[in-house]
């Protein structure tokens, strides 16, 4: 149905258990959250119009149900999964588990008191919470137990299981700049073109840039080009990778000359190239090509100059 989230996903389980955590790292891989709507407003939210300025209206939807919650019912929110699902709606529990001896740890360490428990023992607010929760454990689609889970190890686990329903992936931006006007204060990566020969003091190709095919054939033309770029590339795409697995959603490649006109922009685009081959979507900026640059801002010593 046009308009309506393709995946529904109530997130559910045991107070401290890393609720908080999983709709954290559901919502970076895409998806909309709720956390705590009572489940009488269920349909009202998923008949209003998807938010200002969103780019997917279908978008997969977590919703975040605890004993907390308002009109609370665990066998409730079983048969409205179930009656989405008879509906033909993509709609699943995710309930995270977590062992009473370490929820208690839990509940010490940061001084909280239990929902269940504002004026008694933590361990009998866990005990009541769990029975209360019992029908929701026993129909979860997926069942976590974080009880020997980092924070980190369940965000990693959450991207393995669920970052298949949505685009996902990492936002990819290569943007060249020159060093004369300050580095980007957004670079992940930085790498510095000023190694190579410079076009800056060819006098034909000094009004031209990096875009410019005889101006990329003078800087491959480096002995040292080929390497450096296969080097570069190899880096980068062993990175990216494991950026993703950590959960990182932007990253920025900067690729630096002098004035940012004619190395960095040729490196970048040709970065670019080599990273939408490996299956990236890379866009490309290129800062100082709209700035009009004066000789001043180049170096007088042929060689480090744009």
């Known amino acids: 149905m046009a308009g309506q989230p393709r995946r529904l996903l109530f997130v559910t389980g045991m107070s401290g258990s890393g609720k908080k955590t999983a709709l954290k790292a559901l919502e970076d891989m895409g998806w909309e959250t709720v956390d705590n709507l009572p489940l009488s407003l269920l349909d009202?939210?998923?008949?209003?119009?998807?938010?200002?300025?969103?780019?997917d209206d279908e978008r997969p939807l977590a919703l975040g149900i605890d004993s907390r919650t308002r009109d609370f019912d665990s066998a409730g929110v079983v048969r409205r999964a179930r009656l989405l699902r008879a509906q033909g709606r993509d709609a699943a529990i995710l309930f995270l588990d977590c062992?009473?001896?370490e929820l208690a740890r839990r509940y010490s360490e940061t001084r909280s008191r239990h929902p269940l428990a504002q004026d008694r023992q933590v361990e009998d607010g866990i005990a009541e919470e769990r029975h209360l929760l019992s029908p929701l454990r026993d129909a979860a689609d997926e069942l976590i137990d974080t009880t020997d889970r980092s924070t980190n190890d369940l965000q990693a686990y959450l991207r393995r299981v669920f970052s298949d329903s949505v685009a996902g992936g990492i936002t990819l931006t290569v943007m060249s700049f020159g060093f004369s006007r300050g580095v980007p204060r957004?670079?992940?990566l930085m790498f510095d073109m000023r190694f190579l020969r410079n076009p800056h003091w060819v006098p034909e190709l000094k009004p031209r840039t990096g875009l410019d095919p005889?101006?990329?054939?003078?800087v491959q033309a480096d002995p040292t080009y080929a390497e450096a770029r296969a080097r570069i590339e190899a880096l980068i795409l062993l990175l990216l990778p494991r950026y993703e697995a950590e959960g990182k959603s932007y990253v920025t490649i900067a690729i630096g000359c002098t004035g940012g006109k004619h190395r960095s922009v040729h490196f970048a685009e040709a970065l670019a190239i080599g990273l939408r081959e490996a299956g990236f979507s890379p866009t490309v900026r290129h800062?100082?090509?709209?700035?009009?640059?004066?000789?001043d801002q180049e170096s007088t010593v042929p060689g480090i100059g744009s």
């Not at 005889?214 to 003078?218: P, R, S, T």
């Not at 800062?287 to 000789?295: A, M, N």
């Open 186 to 188: 957004d670079a992940d």
């Open 287 to 295: 800062r100082e090509l709209t700035h009009q640059k004066s000789d």
């Open 99 to 101: 062992s009473g001896a």
């Open 44 to 55: 009202r939210l998923l008949a209003a119009s998807p938010p200002e300025g969103s780019v």
């Open 214 to 218: 005889e101006v990329a054939a003078y």
